[in-house]
Structure formats: structure tokens, C-alpha cells
């Protein structure tokens, strides 16, 4: 069968996202073109994340629901699923076409040449000396642009697959990295968030510069309104890359900084290598160089024998630090992970419970800081309409946070504009443009056009 068009699903994380973007651009460069829904696709790639079981069983469920039509898409499998399970996915279902882990994402154009002869390949692996960064890359955004720089991760918290499903760490080439973004900025967008795994565990393989360097290399291109990046290990975190987020009033007023547990005697069992008081300072250092930050982390709940007590701990570390968002799990044990073997597991119900609780208390704490910005006014780099009616806008300010504001005619997509917060929820603030006098003030803090 030829195969004329593609619809991509995308689960997990930002690189995820960022995978589907490279995938595209290789179906397109294989005479591929994009469909409006899976529905009508001749070939739909799932790309899939593993880092918790529930999405596994979602990509198997999703491969019985397409196989299942009376004229079955192609199934192509990418992404952490792919280099997890590997040839085993060709026996879910006849239609299942191709197999490509997030390692051989480059290869993809060889994969759909050996589909056209009617093989089904099977691409995974990794290796140590490349990145997938780099090939033919499809936006899906006009005003932000994301750039890998590290892939994989060498940390081995015992919970976590992206090692395996990922890989051993590989930073790109400074170079390389700047090239990117300078081509981004040439094409009119305003924002690079930088991506990877430990990305503050950086080291150009040809110079050995830093993350230090690195960010402030590329909030230095004419052009770029801001930069972003994501995730940081907190022990990698040094002085040098404070000192950076201090200065440079480009670099995103936002960082998320994963601490997963508040209690050390889990934090051990995890393998994180760094203690609750070492988080806490680093914290502290932060927020004096940088007043304002707006802070998110993850945090695990359930991991296997985590108490009552510990689980207490985790609680009170949210209300010292006063996180604007919170990304909290149930502990799912992964393939080949220690923590799978640990004893002993915690009860569903317990982690439900648990997990409730911390929602509940991450939600207030959310909701009285965004509420503390009512009557403030925010430059917010417009993304597009807002999902909740066509004649608003949704943008982020430079702490990352999602605002939505009736639309003026005053603006369009990928301006940075002045909104003053007139509410506010736990998830996102709403604005309004003030009057330009009323804005004056803000257009004198160098907001760029209002
Ligand atoms: S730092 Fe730990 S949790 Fe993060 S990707 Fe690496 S192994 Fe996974």
C-alpha cells in the first residue's frame, strides 16, 4: 500500500513532543503529508512514553482500537514503548508496520523505505557518540521552538526507565546548539526552550563549556525574546548557572527543579543523590539571586516503603517551598528498574489517597500565589487563541505562567504585550490589556511591543 498521509499521537513529556516534530519532518521528507485525525491517516505513529505503566496500556489498547477498523491504518511505533518492548510489538497486531526507539529517530526515512518493500523494521538502540537532534524538524508552534540538547541520562534514579528507553547521556555540540537556535530566531520566533533529561548536567563533547555558557550563548542571539529550559537535576545545579538565570533577564523567570521526595531515607532508596537540606538550600540560593522565581517540581508518591512519616515530609517540603505547580505521581513500577524489586510496595489505595492529599495542598499553595498577582501587569508573549473561547488569547509570562485575556485587536501571535491579572485560578490567571497610559510604566521596564 502507498502510503500518502500521517497522523502522529503523541504521549509524555516535552522531548516527546519535541520527537514528534522530528518525525514529521521525516514523514514529510518521504513525500508524507499531514491528515486532520488519526481517522484518516494512511499511516498513524504512535509515540509512545513508558515512564509510567498506564500510558504502556494505553499504546496497547490504542494499537487493538486502529487495528481493529475495517481498513486499518499503518501502525508505526516510536518513542519509549518502541525501545522497550522492540520486536514484540509486530506480534500485537498485523498492522503494526515499523518499530523506532528514540535512538534510531533519524533512521525513520530507512524504515519507511523498508515498509515500502514490505518489511516490517524494527530500529532501536542507541549510540554513545550521536543524538537524533538535528534532522529535518517540523514546528508545531510559531512563536516557541524547542532544541535538544542532552539526551538520555546517566543518573539511574531506581524508578526511572529513560535510561534504558533513552540511553547513556549525550550532550550536543555548543556549536550545533546555536546554529539551531540562530535559524529559529531568523524565522520569526520569539522563544527556545532547550530540552533534555539532567539538562544542567551539560558539556559540549568538542569544548567541555558548560550549561552556564551555554544558556547564556543563546540568550545572547539578536532576535530571541526568551529562553527556557528543562529539567534540572538539582546536583548539578551550580553557582555559575545561578549567576546566569541572575543576569540575564532573558532566561525565563521559571525553573523546574524535581526534588520527588522530602524525605531522605526515600530520596536514598530513589538513588537521587542529593538530601532534602541540600534542596532546600539550593532554594534559598535561588530565590536570593533570583527574586521572583517561579518554581514547579515532580514529586513520587507510593514509592515503594515510604511511610506515613516520609510521606509527611513530602508534604511539608511543598509548604516550605511554596512550589506554583506541582507535577505529582503514583509510584508504577517500570521494567528492569531496581525499585520494581523493592519491598515493600505501597497499596493503590494508599498512593491514591496519598496522592489526593498532595493535589489538594499543591493546589492551594498554586492558587494563593497566583492570586497574589491580581492587580499586577505581566508581559506575556502571545501563543494563540485560548482554548476557552476563540475570541481570547492564551500567552505565559516570563515565570511561565498561563494567562488568558479577552482580545483588543491590539495584538497578534508571537507579540509580547502588557495584561494586567484581573483573577486568578490554580492553573492559569486571567487578564485584560490596561490602557496604554496605564501601561507605561511596564513598556519602561523594556517589555518590547505593547
Ligand atoms: S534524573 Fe533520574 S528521573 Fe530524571 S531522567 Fe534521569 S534517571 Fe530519570
Known amino acids: 500500500m502507498r502510503l500518502r498521509t500521517y ?32 481517522q484518516g491517516a494512511d499511516l498513524v505513529v504512535l ?47 498485523g498492522a503494526v508496520g515499523f518499530v523506532v526507539g528514540p535512538g534510531e529517530l533519524r533512521r525513520l526515512g530507512e524504515a519507511l523505505t523498508a515498509l515500502d518493500r514490505e518489511e516490517r523494521p524494527v530500529l532501536t538502540g542507541f549510540d554513545a557518540a550521536d543524538t537524533t537532534a538535528g534532522g529535518e524538524i517540523v514546528r508545531s508552534s510559531s512563536t516557541r521552538g524547542m532544541v535538544t540538547v542532552v539526551e538520555g541520562c546517566n543518573e539511574f534514579c531506581t524508578f526511572c526507565v529513560v535510561p534504558y528507553t533513552r540511553g547513556r547521556e549525550r550532550s550536543r555540540a555548543f556549536a550545533e ?19 533534555g533529561q539532567t539538562i544542567n548536567s551539560y558539556r559540549c563533547p568538542a569544548t567541555g563549556a558548560d550549561f552556564a555558557e551555554l544558556l547564556q550563548a543563546v540568550a545572547a542571539i539578536p532576535g530571541l525574546a526568551r529562553v527556557r529550559f528543562i529539567t534540572s537535576h538539582p546536583r548539578h545545579f551550580n553557582e555559575r548557572l545561578i549567576a546566569a538565570l541572575a543576569a540575564c533577564p532573558k532566561i525565563s523567570r521559571y525553573l523546574h527543579l524535581p526534588v520527588q521526595s522530602g524525605s531522605d531515607r526515600i530520596l536514598a532508596r530513589m538513588h537521587r543523590r542529593s538530601t532534602r537540606a541540600e534542596y532546600l538550600e539550593l ?21 515503594p516503603g515510604e511511610e506515613e512519616e516520609d510521606f509527611a515530609q513530602s508534604l511539608a517540603l511543598l509548604e516550605e517551598v511554596r512550589f506554583g505547580q506541582v507535577f505529582a505521581f503514583a509510584f508504577s513500577p517500570r521494567p528492569r528498574t531496581p525499585a520494581a524489586r523493592y519491598r515493600p510496595q505501597v497499596p493503590e489505595a494508599t498512593k491514591t ?50 494567562l488568558n485575556f479577552p482580545k483588543t485587536g491590539r495584538e497578534a501571535i508571537g507579540d509580547i504585550v502588557g495584561v494586567r491579572v484581573v483573577a486568578a485560578g490554580a492553573h492559569a490567571l486571567i487578564g485584560e490589556r490596561p490602557s496604554l497610559s496605564a501601561l507605561l510604566p511596564v513598556l519602561e521596564r523594556g517589555i518590547g511591543a505593547a
Open 177 to 195: 546548539v546555536l546554529a539551531e537556535v540562530r535559524g529559529l530566531a531568523a524565522a520569526g520566533l520569539r522563544e527556545v526552550e532547550l530540552l
Open 47 to 93: 509515540n509512545t512514553c513508558s515512564v509510567r505503566e498506564r500510558p504502556v496500556h494505553k499504546v496497547v489498547s490504542r494499537i487493538g482500537a486502529l487495528a481493529g477498523r475495517p481498513e486499518p491504518p499503518v501502525i508505526g511505533i516510536c518513542g519509549c514503548v518502541a525501545e522497550q518492548e522492540g520486536a514484540s510489538l509486530l506480534k500485537r497486531s
Open 353 to 402: 489517597e496519598r496522592l489526593h492529599r498532595l493535589f489538594e495542598l499543591s493546589d492551594r499553595i498554586s492558587l494563593e500565589l497566583n492570586r497574589e498577582l491580581i492587580g499586577s501587569t505581566i508581559a506575556v508573549l502571545i501563543d494563540g487563541d485560548s482554548r476557552r473561547d476563540q475570541w481570547w488569547w492564551q500567552g505565559r509570562g516570563e515565570d511561565n505562567r498561563v
Open 283 to 303: 532554594i534559598s540560593r535561588l530565590r536570593r539571586s533570583v527574586p521572583g522565581i517561579n518554581l514547579s517540581t515532580d514529586v513520587i508518591v507510593g514509592f
Open 7 to 38: 497522523f502522529i499521537e503523541t504521549w509524555g513529556c516535552q522531548m516527546n513532543r519535541h520527537d514528534s516534530e522530528l518525525i514529521a519532518g521525516q514523514l514529510r521528507a518521504h513525500g508524507l503529508a499531514p491528515a486532520l485525525s488519526a
